[in-house]
């Protein structure tokens, strides 16, 4: 089975540009997470969708981020404009409901320069 | 609001001897899961072990186990006869059944010494 992707695997903005990260998650799992992991810190959620609804997003800062999985499938997670503090890896995991899916799967996720 | 809390920034362990992480959490759930993840230098996030709150028996995973204490709110992971591969940064997460609050403890970075 394919795991998680994620594209691209490094990306260097300067501040206040755009950027956007794709993700595509493991067939069939209808849930699908953002994580955003500073340098020496666990990852934090940003959003969690289920198919193509928003579960939770309380700790995306809507001023700058959005997220959509329009499909139900494959996520962009989106920066606009970039700040400094942004630098970080962005993880994409996802996770089957079927059976009481209990376990989460993660891409290699997304580096993240600001500069 | 669920925490998760490793009070070990970083551990070492010689190659072939046994070593304990630590992992304390908040909750006001009775239904829970709990997981230890691994991510190496690569930054691939790999699921080792999970146990379900409702479980009393501790969860083992090959050379991995847990020593679950729920009363405590404690879920320390074991490591026997460590190897090198096994150098990474340890997370210790929870989350509730529905699968929202998934939360992530700080981490510990497990050296693994020849």
């Known amino acids: 089975e394919a795991g998680v992707a994620q594209s691209p695997r490094y990306k260097i903005i300067e501040k206040r540009q755009s950027v956007a990260f794709w993700c595509n998650p493991i067939?069939?799992?209808?849930?699908l997470y953002w994580y955003q992991q500073i340098l020496g810190q666990g990852p934090k959620l940003l959003i969690q969708?289920?198919?193509?609804?928003?579960?939770?997003d309380s700790q995306l800062p809507k001023d700058r981020f959005s997220a959509e999985r329009l499909k139900g499938v494959d996520s962009t997670l989106k920066i606009q404009p970039a700040k400094l503090e942004d630098s970080a890896v962005y993880l994409c995991?996802?996770?089957?409901?079927?059976?009481?899916?209990?376990?989460?799967?993660f891409g290699p996720g997304t580096r993240l320069l600001v500069l | 609001a669920q925490t998760v809390t490793q009070s070990q920034p970083e551990m070492s362990v010689q190659e072939a001897e046994t070593v304990t992480l630590s992992c304390t959490y908040d909750?006001?759930?009775?239904?829970?899961?709990l997981f230890w993840y691994k991510q190496p230098p690569s930054r691939q996030m790999i699921l080792v072990i999970r146990?379900?709150?409702?479980?009393?028996q501790n969860a083992t995973e090959n050379r991995f186990s847990v020593n679950f204490q729920k009363a405590a709110k404690s879920f320390s992971l074991k490591i026997s006869d460590s190897q090198l591969g096994d150098a990474a940064m340890y997370f210790c997460?929870?989350?509730?059944?529905?699968?929202?609050?998934?939360?992530f403890g700080p981490g510990t970075r497990l050296s693994v010494l020849p």
């Open positions: 067939s069939g799992h209808a849930t």
């Open positions: 995991a996802s996770r089957s409901i079927a059976g009481g899916g209990k376990t989460q799967y």
């Open positions: 909750t006001s759930e009775s239904d829970y899961y």
């Open positions: 997460a929870y989350r509730t059944p529905g699968g929202q609050n998934f939360v």
């Open positions: 969708f289920q198919n193509n609804g928003v579960v939770d």
């Open positions: 146990q379900e709150a409702y479980k009393q």
